[in-house]
């Protein structure tokens, strides 16, 4: 996926809401504006890359851009509430890489 409201779109299609928190971060929840108690985590592309990222906050880079679909639909079933961190497991699947504090907080 290329774009932000090709992603929306695309969650839209599985049950899942989403809305741009700003011009550059959409937001993946059922609610707006998002709460902790449900879950809720964002996404960013910078050039051609994505990365997804909880409110803890822990950041991760998607390596293959056609999987963020698949990936934010995996993690917003992941839990009820929100993560504070991405199980393990869907780190591996993704083959995502786990970016450090300041990486996160640059994005």
Not at 63 to 70: K, L, M, Q, S
Request: proline share 7%.
């Amino acid at each position: 996926m290329k774009s932000y409201f090709e992603l929306a779109d695309w969650l839209k299609t599985k049950g899942i809401g989403s809305y741009m928190q700003s011009a550059d971060r959409l937001v993946v929840s059922n609610e707006n504006p998002a709460r902790p108690g449900r879950n809720c985590f964002w996404v960013t592309r910078k050039g051609s890359q994505w990365f997804i990222g909880t409110f803890l906050p822990a950041g991760y880079h998607v390596p293959e851009a056609r999987d963020i679909g698949p990936l934010c639909e995996t993690v917003f079933r992941s839990s009820p509430t929100a993560v504070y961190s991405i199980d393990p497991l869907i780190i591996t699947r993704y083959r995502l890489l786990v970016l450090t504090d300041d990486e996160a907080e640059a994005l």
